[in-house]
């Protein structure tokens, strides 16, 4: 039998900073740098900060699309909405 798909389970203090790492945001600073340092060391962190990013780029990539075709994107504040609600902890 085959399992289903992991949950991601990021450690809930770095939530926050794998977002914002996802997102290309500025991530300079001591807090980022043991962020970045716990990343490399925690599997749950690194597939958590690997969904987010492919996340991302599809959430995006479909923004681009939807511009494109000369239709009403959702706004920012939309996909923020999203994003918070994909990565808290269910
Ligand atoms: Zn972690």
Known sequence: MINAEPKL????QIVSS???ISEGKDTNGI???YVK????KCS???EALDALTCYQDAVKQAYKETIEQGEKPFTDQDLS???DSISKPA
């Open 9 to 12: 389970r990021p450690c809930p």
């Open 18 to 20: 794998l977002e914002k």
């Open 31 to 33: 807090f980022m740098m």
């Open 37 to 40: 340092r716990h990343i490399e």
């Open 44 to 46: 749950h962190c690194a």
């Open 81 to 83: 909405n999203l994003l």
